[in-house]
């Protein structure tokens, strides 16, 4: 089992920063795939992205490339999303998940933490 906590949500600006934070505990972090997803009212789950155990290889979708940024400290069992240059449409609840297999596909993580709310006003 792996254990997932966000933090790091808040209410910021269009054009402002936010930085989450995924910490785990459990299982051996180091073993996962990381990945952020984010769910907007009314709206499915959708990825963000993933990023490899070892922390060289990224994925992103399309809306958020050049703005977000994922990384991971598996010294310190954490993941983390750097967004930057917010938009209102990236306001959603942010969850960060672990698999063993890399992709963008929801279902492929095992474990999920409780969420993190970002709220980008206009």
């Known amino acids: 089992q792996v254990q997932l906590l966000e933090s790091g949500g808040g209410l910021v600006q269009a054009g402002g920063s936010l930085r989450l934070s995924c910490a785990a505990s459990g299982r051996t972090f180091i073993r996962y795939v990381m990945g952020w997803f984010r769910q907007a009212p009314g709206k499915e789950r959708e990825f963000v992205a993933a990023i490899n155990w070892l922390g060289d290889i990224t994925y992103y979708t399309d809306s958020v490339k050049g703005r977000f940024t994922i990384s991971r400290d598996n010294a310190k069992n954490t993941g983390y999303l750097q967004m930057n240059s917010l938009k209102p449409e990236d306001t959603a609840v942010y969850y960060c998940?672990?698999?063993?297999?890399?992709?963008?596909?929801?279902?492929?993580?095992?474990?999920w933490g409780q969420g993190t709310q970002v709220t980008v006003s206009s």
């Open positions: 998940a672990a698999s063993n297999a890399y992709g963008p596909t929801a279902a492929a993580y095992d474990y």
